[in-house]
Structure formats: C-alpha cells, structure tokens
C-alpha cells in the first residue's frame, strides 16, 4: 500500500518522503518542514499520535497539515486523533484515489499557494502549467534548476531557508553536491530576474540562508 500511494503522489507531482520509523520522522521534521505529513498511528520507536502532539507543540510545525492513518476505527479513536491535532482522519484499509483527493484538498486549505497554477508577487509571475515566468511585459527564461529554486521560494515569502533546505528541496535528498553551488544557482537567477534599477526580489540572510522578499509585492 505504501509504494502504491507513493506511486500516485508522485504521479500527480509531489515529492515523497517516506520514514518508517516515528523518532526517526520527529529528527527528520526538526531538520526540514514539509508542505504536508501523513502520518500512521502505529508507527515504530514513537507512535504517531505522539508525534501528532510534538508537532503542535512546535512553532515551526504547529500549522503544519496532517492527515492521520489508522486502522483503528472507533469514534472516540477517531475524536481522539482529531483532538491531538490531526487535520483528518483515514481508516484503514482506505482508498488510494480518495486519500490523494483529501491530500490535495487539504492543501489547497493550508497553503493555496502550493497548489496554485500561477505563483504572483509583485511584477513577477510564475506559471506552474506552462514553465514560464514573466516579470511585467517580458518572459524570463529560466533554467529547470532556476525555475524550480524561484518556484519553492515564491512559494513561502518572508521564509528564510537554508542551503541544506535548498538543496533537498530543489535538488533531492539523494543528490549529492556542496552546498555552494545553491549560490551559484542564486546567482543565475538574481542575474535572469532582475535588470539596472530593478528591486531584487531575493533576500541574501547572512549566515542563515536565503528567502524571498514579503515586502517585493510592496515595491
């Protein structure tokens, strides 16, 4: 079941990210916030809906979507989940095509901006659909790495994130490659995106990382 879902998510273009184990999903959210967590209430090392509880618990995760899995079907199972946190609630065995819908359901209430076909702020325009990005009458073109690193960052105004966040969100956890090549790719962008007197829109963060101005749609 869980290569099936993975196979449907990633056919309808969401990056999967499976961890079997519950402490080992806790380590991993510490180090990077997902757009959404499925998450089984079982799970092995720390049950899911402790880590239900944890991630509440966490300013950087406390709006973070969750759908809990169970096999446990009673109401107060169910009210019990909800209660802990839990976005919504799937019994097992459950339907694959249905599961995908609520996931996609869910975003779009969550971050509208992650399932929008066209990201915009201020002059500059990034359509998903068609792999084009405007700024006022003229198209930018983009490389695929430009388009998707500008792509995650119109994505979250305001937030600053790191190289290594970066480079497993843009990049893949299973690439390996130095982190300096995020500025390198930075680089191409800001050169792509902005002309003489032109505000850039991408905000450097000493010792931190990188973001995209909140205050660009301003300007």
Sequence with gaps: MTTLLRYNLEAEGYEVDNVGRGDEAEIRLRESVPDLVLLDWMLPG???????????????????????????GE???R????????????????????LVARVKALLRRAKPDHV???LKAGDIS???ETKRVHRGNREIRLGPTEFRLLEFLMQA??????REQLLDSVWGRDVYI???????????LRKSINRVREVDPIRTVRGAGYSFDETFAKH
Excluded at 50 to 71: G, H, K, N, S
Excluded at 79 to 98: H, I, Q
Aim: glycine share 6%; with cysteine; hydrophobic share 40%.
């Design 116 to 118: 929008a076909s066209v």
């Design 75 to 77: 109401e107060t199972e």
């Design 178 to 188: 130095d982190e300096r090549t995020v500025d390198v790719h930075v680089g191409r």
């Design 126 to 128: 990034l359509d998903r």
């Design 46 to 72: 720390l049950s899911g809906i402790e880590l239900c509880r944890r991630i509440r618990m966490r300013p950087e995760t406390e709006r973070l979507p969750v759908i809990m899995l169970t096999a446990r």
């Design 157 to 162: 105004p305001g937030r600053v994130f790191a």
């Design 79 to 98: 009210v019990r989940g909800l209660a802990t946190g839990a976005d919504d609630y799937v019994v097992k065995p459950f339907s694959v095509p249905e």
